[in-house]
């Protein structure tokens, strides 16, 4: 079984919005990018609240995982 950690994903994520050109960005665009990236670093903060985020989004990766079969 496959097993993806959040924080990796994110981190992927970012990178890649990252490499586009930043004259191709619109301002939704920029905006999410932002989004992501707090998230990111809650995600990654030790925090009981970046922890229990943490939580929520791999239950909620696992329930879409198992929906799927």
Known sequence: MLTINVGVLLAVIVLLRLRRRTESRSRNDEK????????????????PLGEGIG???????????DSSR
């Open 55 to 65: 939580e929520f989004l791999g239950q909620l990766a696992s329930g879409v995982t």
């Open 32 to 47: 999410l990018t932002v989004i992501i990236v707090l998230a990111l670093g809650v995600v990654i903060a030790p925090t």
